[in-house]
């Protein structure tokens, strides 16, 4: 058997039939079975990426069952394989249903060669491109050097070189932005990157705990020093002792307490409630709010002194509305993450999902995001996941916009993004699915104002 030779799997319990595809299938390494029992056993030794099978098979010829338990044995041991079923005229429905299992396509009998050569042809390349797409996710992700921060867009990747440049330092660092775009994780990045990293992360909400009890919650207590003090407790911020500590929402903070963390800010020394001993903290802080703290000062509601105490470098997180590049890929990422959360099966998003998404406006920005796609694996029927599943609609645009040019240029950014996520970032693979030439696509590109690089790397691969 030659090596070069794609595998293809034959199940089919006709004789004659099976000899008839050894002879017109010779540009491919078969492998012919006759039982269910037999594909699956050579399945799972060979791992071909192509496989044709007959719906009709003993011990039941008429119907579909044997032929569907294999297909869905096929999938679960290779969800990759590109099925092919091969079913009469009088039971298309099966074929339907076959496919809605996710076999890839389906043929009538009888045979016609030519089509099913073609069939097979579509099918090895699209396996082919997927195998390709996989590697370079996985590139991607293990190579990226902030863990847990995905996006492709010119503003994500400023933001990441900007994380890389003060994590080794110990300035404080502000990260604004709005709520749902991933402020923690900002914050995480920087403790992760930096000397600190093995030390305590402690993170603290200003804006979820009554100001009766933040207090203690910073800086801790002695026992007896309330009612309900039964013991001594130690705050947030002595918890962080060497590590980093993240106030969220720190806008929130009440105004008693701003004047306390600006004294601990210039000492490093704090009291707990109703102690009398200084206790030295070495502690990094990270603040984040998605308020704006400048309309704030002006007001008095937050003190200019600790602003810029807190905000000797700013972050700023770019809403997902403005990074439109990232929201498939994003996406991706997640339905990834929930189906093995979920030990569930799907396969992508479906062409109008893609497109919903793309186009969405994600007011809750990536939390939504992430809420929309976990639900969807959750309650998704079919083996991909529709606009339906995200309770979305297809291609959904601002009522108000009706500016020609930039419905157009919409309109290729949009095709561009799912072509660049489907390609994982791959210009030549991504050339090629737009139909386009690569300096056509760099000149796009440009035009556009799109990224052309990830957060690690100067531009995106150019390897087919």
């Known amino acids: 058997m030659s090596e070069d030779k794609p595998k293809l799997l034959i199940l089919e319990d006709d004789e004659g039939l099976r000899r008839q595809y050894k002879w017109a299938l010779s540009d491919y390494t078969l492998f012919l079975s006759g039982t269910r029992a037999e594909a699956l056993e050579l399945m799972r030794i060979e791992r071909p990426p192509l496989a044709v099978i007959d719906l009709g098979l003993p011990p039941d010829p008429d119907g579909a069952t044997e032929g569907l338990a294999a297909l869905e044995g096929i999938l679960a041991m290779a969800p990759e394989t590109k099925i092919i079923v091969a079913s009469g005229n009088e039971s298309r429905a099966h074929a339907l249903r076959a496919v809605s299992l996710g076999a890839y396509d389906f043929y009538q009998k009888p045979i016609e060669i030519e089509v099913l050569r073609t069939i097979l042809d ?6 082919k491109l997927e195998g390709e797409n996989r590697e370079l996710a996985q590139l991607k992700l293990s190579s990226s050097p902030i ?9 994500m990747m400023r933001m990441c070189r900007t994380i890389e440049k003060i994590a080794p330092t110990n300035v404080a660092v ?22 600190r990293s093995r030390r305590p992360f ?44 993240f106030l969220d929402e720190i806008g929130d903070l009440p105004q008693p307490l701003q004047v306390k963390l600006l004294r601990f800010l210039s000492t490093r020394l704090i009291e707990r409630i109703g102690g009398r001993q200084q206790i030295p903290v070495d502690v990094r802080i990270v603040c984040a709010t998605n308020q704006n703290l400048e309309e704030r000062m002006a007001d008095g509601r937050f003190r200019e002194d600790l602003f810029y105490r807190l905000n000797e470098v700013i972050i700023r997180i770019p809403p997902l509305r403005d990074r439109e ?7 991706s990422y997640f339905l990834k993450k929930f189906n093995d959360q979920f030990d569930k099966k799907l396969r992508g998003f479906t062409t109008e999902a893609i497109s919903a998404i793309a186009s969405n406006g994600w007011r809750g ?10 639900r969807a694996v959750v309650m998704a029927d079919g083996t991909h996941i529709t606009a339906a599943d995200l309770e979305l609609t297809a291609g959904a645009a601002d009522e108000d916009e009706f500016d020609l040019r930039a419905a157009r ?56």
Do not use: W
């Open 202 to 245: 402690v993170a603290i909400n200003c804006g979820a705990i009554p100001e009766a009890l933040l207090e203690s919650e910073l800086f801790g207590h002695e026992k007896g020093a309330f009612t309900g003090a039964i013991k001594q407790t130690i705050g947030k911020i002595e918890q962080a002792h060497t590590g980093t500590l």
């Open 174 to 195: 502000l990260a604004l932005g709005e709520s749902g775009t991933g402020k923690e994780l900002v914050a995480q990045a920087i403790h992760s990157l930096s000397p």
């Open 409 to 464: 240029a919409r309109a290729e950014r949009m095709v561009i993004q799912r072509a660049l996520t489907h390609s994982n970032g791959n210009l030549s693979i991504a050339a090629k699915l737009l139909g386009v030439s690569r300096p056509t696509l760099y000149s796009l590109l440009e035009s556009l104002g799109m990224a052309v690089g990830a957060p690690n790397a100067s531009e995106v691969s150019d390897t087919p």
């Open 325 to 331: 590049e990232d929201s498939v890929l994003l996406a």
């Open 147 to 155: 863990d847990g921060i995905i996006g492709v867009s010119q503003e």
């Open 365 to 374: 920005n990536v939390r939504e995001l992430e809420n929309r796609v976990k």
């Open 122 to 127: 579509r099918a090895l390349r699209l396996y």
